[in-house]
């Protein structure tokens, strides 16, 4: 019986040690594809970064060779070019004398189309007309009434792009300017077939120093310190006005501050839009506000960000009713 006992408790033991054999050659295995797979990110980050750099280097090679025929050109006006203002007067005097100075901006060096596009509970349309309409050879004022509701930046832009003229617009904030160098460098790239064009990459600079600034526009007069950000996907914008339209415009269902500019973005990238941003500076004229991402619009990016092919986005955006309306109007054109 005891023998019996033995040959089983040792048949158990032979048993267990071949499990923890097992056990451990697994654990060695498993160790060893952690390893590789630790080597394999390194390598991958190596070989993104070399990939930045190839890209960054053939950017700027192209953008250098762009700019040297820009200098044989002389940008007499801004024809093809409309500058689209989203607005909603405030009670904040700093913000309207950003305005003053944005427009002033504008005017001086030669912007031929602008479109002021208003979504508030009441007009300023004769406020604005008097007081800039004799600024630009084209010059109007679009309202979208509000009904006291938030402030719709995407439906006000909406509205400004479906009445301008020209093939190209930039959506401009109020508070925000780039120098003419990145203008004409802007249209020039439109015209050479890309669809969406930033005029500065993600460096911001405040022009704090406002009644300094405004006497020359002297832009190496700003001595803020730079302003680094990732998420800086609006401000001033270049569009190739049918690339716009087709994508479906920019989101209506987001309210108030925060996301439309980052989420249109992610539509042109999935229907792979040619875009570029110019390596250079966003001025800012400063002005205190409370910038507060509503629950809303984080939701809509995260639908948007769910999507995962062309043909998906344009059986979504086809269904929303300022795309159906917009091509109802130009049906009728």
Not at 52 to 62: D, L, P, Q
Not at 138 to 157: E, G, P, Q, T
Request: proline share 2%; aromatic share 10%; net charge positive.
């Amino acid at each position: 019986m005891i023998k019996k006992k033995v040959k089983i408790f040792i048949k158990t033991l032979i048993k267990k040690t071949g499990v923890c054999r097992s056990l451990e050659s697994e654990k060695n295995n498993l160790e060893k594809v952690v390893y590789n797979l630790k080597k394999e990110k390194e390598n991958l980050k190596h070989l993104i970064n070399n990939l930045k750099a190839e890209n960054k280097s053939v950017k700027n090679e192209y953008l250098e060779i762009i700019a040297s025929e820009i200098e044989i050109q002389v940008f007499k006006d801004y024809s093809d070019l409309t500058i689209i203002v989203p607005y909603r007067k405030t009670n904040d005097p700093e913000r309207e004398e950003n305005m003053n100075i944005t427009l002033s901006y504008l005017s001086k060096i030669g912007i031929n189309n602008l479109i002021i596009s208003e979504h508030a509970t009441k007009t300023s349309q004769k406020f604005l007309i008097d007081k800039y309409g004799n600024l630009f050879d084209l010059f109007r004022v679009i309202f979208s009434k509000s009904d006291d509701n938030l402030f719709n930046k995407a439906h006000a832009i909406n509205q400004g792009v479906i009445a301008s003229n020209t093939p190209y617009f930039a959506i401009v904030d109020m508070d925000c300017l780039t120098e003419k160098k990145n203008i004409d460098l802007a249209i020039h790239l439109l015209e050479k077939g890309f669809e969406v064009v930033h005029p500065f990459n993600r460096v911001i600079k405040d022009i704090i120093d406002k009644e300094s600034f405004r006497k020359n526009f002297d832009f190496q007069s700003v001595t803020s310190t730079p302003q680094y950000r990732d998420w800086a996907d609006g401000g001033i914008v270049f569009w190739n006005k049918r690339s716009f339209i087709d994508i479906g415009m920019k989101n209506e269902y987001f309210l108030g501050w925060g996301g439309e500019d980052n989420e249109i973005l992610i539509r042109a990238s999935l229907c792979q839009l040619k875009q570029v941003r110019i390596d250079d500076t966003l001025y800012h004229l400063y002005h205190d506000r409370l910038q507060i991402r509503t629950k809303n619009n984080v939701e809509q990016t995260k639908k948007i960000e769910q999507i995962k092919s062309k043909e998906d986005l344009l059986n979504v955006i086809n269904k929303w009713p300022w795309v159906i309306e917009s091509k109802e109007n130009r049906d009728q054109d």
